[in-house]
């Protein structure tokens, strides 16, 4: 029996450029940061001679995040034109507790946002993409 999500993975092509993104611009702490390889990992991944480097960020719930970034095999990029109506996985969301403060931060540093914020019923929201073009949304209830 399922009870509950663990965690996240996401691709990312340049493990600094999202680290600067995750962690100094959404504010996530790294937890680990690891480099693995060989035939369990290729294994577990379905992938022959795999070398990924790993990072955890833990959000102020605890929740964490990974990002993988593969040196081996060679990735591909995500779809730039990948749309919310696409099959897969759609968007990650994030609660954060003040979503205007962090939209104009994220703005400054030049983020791109599909829209200006909405209140949706008492819930502020807004979405955005990684800097590997991962939809993401930020979300704060209760206002």
């Known amino acids: 029996m399922i009870q509950g999500i663990h965690h996240p993975g996401i691709g990312v092509r340049d493990m600094e450029t999202s680290l600067r ?7 996530l702490t790294v937890t680990a940061d690891m480099e693995l390889e060989g035939p369990v990992l290729d294994d577990i991944v379905g992938l022959k001679e795999a070398k990924v480097r790993i990072v ?3 959000c102020l719930d605890n929740q964490e995040v990974e990002l993988f970034e593969y040196s081996k095999p060679a990735s591909s990029a995500f779809p730039k034109d990948y749309r919310q109506c696409d099959g897969g996985i759609i968007h990650v969301a994030f609660r ?3 979503l205007m403060e962090l ?4 703005k400054e540093n030049g983020v791109k946002f599909n829209s200006t914020p909405y209140d949706l019923g008492g819930t502020l929201c807004v979405y955005l993409r990684d800097p590997d073009g991962i939809m993401l949304e930020l979300l704060q209830p209760g206002v």
């Open 21 to 27: 993104f995750y962690r100094d611009l959404l504010g």
């Open 56 to 58: 955890h960020l833990k």
């Open 96 to 98: 954060v507790d003040n």
């Open 103 to 106: 939209y104009q931060k994220l």
